[in-house]
């Protein structure tokens, strides 16, 4: 039979510890409140938020460079796709028109029917 409080006293525990945090948090604003504007409590926790707000555009500057970089990676390669799709159709232009004047039908219908076997194979068969 299964345990139906699985995990029940790390529950409970992460409510008490939540309930001391609020707590804290609510002695700390007390304090701040009663020792007035220049607070030295709260010259602490402004250093502390301006450390941390610091620290996350850093990151947050590193991942929109990051993004940038893949960005222009992926339109580099979408261009260089496109460049070798339009080649490729020259080259079977060419290819065809070669055939058709050297042989007719019978060389081209040869050549495609290699080509279909050729895209079935493993790559290492086909080299």
Same mark, same amino acid.
């Given at each position: 039979a299964a345990d139906p409080f699985?995990? /029940? +006293? @790390?529950?409970?525990?992460?409510?008490?510890?939540?309930?001391?945090? /609020? +707590? @804290?948090k609510e002695f700390l604003f007390k304090q701040m409140h009663n020792e007035g504007a220049h607070s030295a409590i709260r010259r602490v926790l402004a250093g502390n938020i301006r450390c941390r707000l610091r620290a996350a555009a850093t990151r947050d500057s590193q991942k929109a460079a990051d993004v940038h970089y893949r960005c222009t990676r992926i339109r580099k390669n979408l261009e260089e796709m496109r460049y070798s799709?339009?080649?490729?159709?020259?080259?079977k232009k060419t290819a065809e028109k070669l055939l058709a004047a050297q042989g007719g039908e019978s060389h081209l219908s040869n050549l495609r029917t290699a080509f279909a076997i050729s895209r079935h194979l493993p790559k290492a068969a086909a080299a």
């Open positions: 699985v995990g /029940l +006293e @790390e529950a409970a525990d992460a409510v008490i510890r939540e309930g001391m945090a /609020l +707590e @804290e799709r339009t080649e490729l159709r020259s080259v």
